[in-house]
C-alpha cells in the first residue's frame, strides 16, 4: 500500500475517500482477540471486493505480528528473568569474593606488621632501614646494607689471608734457620765432645804413664792458663801426689 497526493493505491487500484475512510475504520475497530469479529464482519461487508481483502490482509498481518511481539515480549521476559538471575548470582559471587579480598587484605596488613592502608612501615630502631618507607625502598636498603658488609668482611679476610701467608712463610723460613742453628750446634756439639773424649783419652794415657813409672816425678801432667791471673798452671806429680803449680 503507498501513499498518494489525491488517496490510497491498493494493488493498482486507486482507492475513494470513502473507501479510505472505511478501511480505517475497520481496522480501528479490530483488537486483535475476535472480541469485534461481529462489528469488523458488518463493516467489511460494507467494502469493496479489492478493500475487504486488503483490510483482511491486513488483520492477518496484524494478528501475525501481535503473536511475534507476543512471542518476542515472552522470550524478552524469560531472557530478563535469567539475566536478573545471573546478576544476583554475580551479586552474590562478587559479594563473596570481595569479602574474601577483604581477609587477604587484613592477612596482608598482619603480615606487614602495619595498621591497615599503611602507606609506609613507619619507624625501625637501627640505622640500615630509614623511617617510613615504603617496602620495595625498606628491602633495596636491607640488600645495599648486606652487599657492603659482604664486600667488607670478604675484603678483611682477603687482607687476613695474605697476613698469615706472609706469617706462614716467616715461620717456615725461622724454622728453617732454626734447624740449620740446630744441626750446626749439634754438629758443634759433637765436635767437641769428639776433641773432649780425645782430651781425657789423652790425659788418661798421660796420668797413666806418670803412675806407673818412677821418672814421672815433676812430669808436667796438665798445662793451662788462669784466666784470672794469666799464670801458666801445671798439674805434677811429686812424692806421689798431684800438686798445682804456677810457672
Avoid: C, P, Y
Avoid at 85 to 112: C, F, G, P, Q
Avoid at 129 to 143: L, R
Amino acid at each position: 500500500m503507498a501513499m498518494v497526493s489525491d488517496g490510497i493505491v491498493v494493488r493498482g487500484e486507486h482507492l475513494s475517500d470513502k473507501d479510505v475512510g472505511d478501511f480505517l475504520v475497520v481496522k480501528d475497530h479490530w483488537s486483535g482477540d475476535g472480541s469485534s469479529a461481529s462489528t469488523i464482519g458488518t463493516e467489511l461487508s460494507g467494502l469493496s471486493g479489492s478493500v475487504r481483502a486488503e483490510v483482511v490482509r491486513a488483520i492477518a498481518a496484524e494478528a501475525v505480528n501481535a503473536g511475534l511481539i507476543s512471542a518476542e515480549a515472552t522470550t524478552a521476559r524469560a531472557a530478563e528473568s535469567a539475566n536478573a538471575t545471573a546478576i544476583s548470582a554475580e551479586a552474590t559471587r562478587a559479594s563473596a569474593a570481595e569479602a574474601a579480598n577483604e581477609v587477604h587484605i587484613d592477612k596482608m596488613a598482619t603480615l606487614s606488621g602495619m595498621a591497615k592502608d599503611s602507606e609506609h612501615l613507619g619507624s625501625f630502631s637501627g640505622t640500615t632501614i630509614t623511617d617510613n618507607k615504603d617496602i620495595k625502598t625498606a628491602m633495596q636498603e636491607i640488600e645495599t646494607a648486606l652487599e657492603s658488609e659482604v664486600a667488607t668482611r670478604l675484603a678483611d679476610d682477603n687482607a687476613l689471608g695474605v697476613a698469615m701467608a706472609a706469617n706462614t712463610a716467616a715461620i717456615a723460613a725461622e724454622a728453617t734457620t732454626a734447624r740449620a742453628a740446630e744441626v750446626a750446634n749439634a754438629n758443634a756439639i759433637t765436635a767437641e765432645a769428639a776433641t773432649a773424649r780425645a782430651a781425657e783419652g789423652a790425659l788418661g794415657d798421660r796420668l797413666d804413664d806418670a803412675l806407673s813409672g818412677a821418672d814421672a816425678e815433676g812430669f808436667s801432667l796438665l798445662r793451662f792458663e788462669d784466666q784470672g791471673t794469666g799464670l801458666d798452671m801445671h798439674l805434677k806429680l811429686f812424692n806421689g801426689e798431684l800438686v798445682l803449680a804456677a810457672v
